[in-house]
C-alpha cells in the first residue's frame, strides 16, 4: 500500500488546516487509517484513527479541534485541524494498518506560529 499525503503548511495559531493522504495498491487489505506526529526531539504520537467501519479514536490534546474522516470510495482519509496551537507543530504521517499491513506515507510538514 502507498499513502500520499498533502495539505501541511504555515498557519498562525487559531488557524486551520486539512491534510489528506490517499492510499493506493492493495485495498482491501486496510482497516485502519490514522494521522500520527512527530515533533522535533519527541517520539512519534497517534493524533486519530479511523476504522473502516467508523470507529474513532482520539489524542486527548486534540479532541474537539481535530476531526478524522474517511471516504473508502476514494481510499483517502482527511484530517481537518482547527484552533491549531504552536504546539501542534510537527511532521505529520499518515498511516494504514490491516491484516499483515502497517504502512506509513512520507509525512508533510504542519507549522503554526504563535
Known amino acids: 500500500v502507498q499513502l500520499v499525503e498533502s495539505g501541511g503548511g504555515l498557519v498562525q495559531a487559531g488557524g486551520s488546516l486539512t491534510l489528506s493522504c490517499a492510499a493506493s495498491?492493495?485495498?482491501?487489505?486496510?482497516?485502519?487509517m490514522g494521522w500520527y506526529r512527530q515533533a522535533p526531539g519527541k517520539q512519534r504520537e497517534l493524533v486519530a484513527t479511523?476504522?473502516?467501519?467508523?470507529?474513532?479514536v482520539y489524542q486527548d490534546s486534540v479532541k474537539g479541534r481535530f476531526t478524522i474522516s474517511r471516504d473508502n470510495a476514494k481510499n483517502t482519509v482527511y484530517l481537518q485541524m482547527n484552533s491549531l496551537k504552536p504546539e501542534d507543530t510537527a511532521v505529520y504521517y499518515c498511516?494504514?494498518?490491516?491484516?499483515?499491513?502497517?504502512?506509513w506515507g512520507q509525512g508533510t510538514q504542519v507549522t503554526v506560529s504563535s
Open positions: 479511523i476504522t473502516r467501519s467508523g470507529t474513532l
Open positions: 498511516n494504514a494498518a490491516g491484516n499483515r499491513l502497517n504502512s
Open positions: 495498491g492493495i485495498i482491501f487489505l486496510i482497516n485502519t
